[in-house]
Nanobody, 123 residues
Framework: QVQLVESGGGLVQAGGSLRLSCAAS????????MGWFRQAPGKEREFVVA????????YYADSVKGRFTISRDNAKNTVYLQMNSLKPEDTAVYYC????????????????WGQGTQVTVSS
């Protein structure tokens, strides 16, 4: 059983930056692909970015390409989401998720989820 804990959310002005972290425990972190998803009020959970277990493959939603960067540190059992040039439409609860090996963009394919961290971008 893998436990995931997100941190780093907060309130930031448009154009600012935040770095989210997701610390994993209870499993072999290096064998898990990791994804970040977000959910705004009244909307469905949507894919943001994912990284494969090796870190060699990444997928980005079109809405965040060029602004967000995912990375992982297997020695620290942590995945990061660097968010730059934030926009009000990035406001949401951000969740990290884990699944074995290959990264995908489908939330239903992930087995483990964190509790989420709120990101609010003011205009």
């Amino acid at each position: 059983q893998v436990q995931l804990v997100e941190s780093g959310g907060g309130l930031v002005q448009a154009g600012g930056s935040l770095r989210l972290s997701c610390a994993a425990s209870g499993g072999t972190f290096s064998s898990y692909a990791m994804g970040w998803f977000r959910q705004a009020p009244g909307k469905e959970r949507e894919f943001v970015v994912a990284i494969s277990w090796t870190g060699g493959t990444t997928y980005y939603a079109d809405s965040v390409k060029g602004r967000f960067t995912i990375s992982r540190d297997n020695a620290k059992n942590t995945v990061y989401l660097q968010m730059n040039s934030l926009k009000p439409e990035d406001t949401a609860v951000y969740y990290c998720a884990a699944r074995k090996y290959t990264a995908t963009m489908a939330p239903s394919s992930y087995d483990y989820w964190g509790q989420g961290t709120q990101v609010t971008v003011s205009s």
